[in-house]
């Protein structure tokens, strides 16, 4: 499955949905998270264990060093 993402592109980034979080088992009280769309319909979202208990956050470093998160205000829908 990973080999498949190589390649693919970013064409939209959001809030989790409740309907994501439906097909997670995730409760709506869990904490605000971002989802990652790619061209072919796969969506990529942050757990914040292995075991998939709950959402979590995206972190990242850009080019020049800063540090960055993707996050939304807007992930109770």
């Given at each position: ?14 809030p989790l949905s ?6 997670e088992g995730w ?6 998270t971002s989802v ?42």
């Amino acid at each position: 499955m990973l080999k498949d993402l190589i390649g693919r592109k970013i064409v939209r980034i959001r809030p989790l949905s409740n309907a994501d979080r439906k097909v997670e088992g995730w409760e709506e009280t869990h904490g605000a998270t971002s989802v990652i769309e790619l061209d072919d319909g796969t969506l990529i979202y942050p757990s914040q264990d292995d075991e998939g208990n709950g959402p979590g956050t995206l972190f990242g470093r850009g080019k020049s060093g800063d540090t960055f998160y993707v996050w939304s205000k807007d992930v109770i829908q």
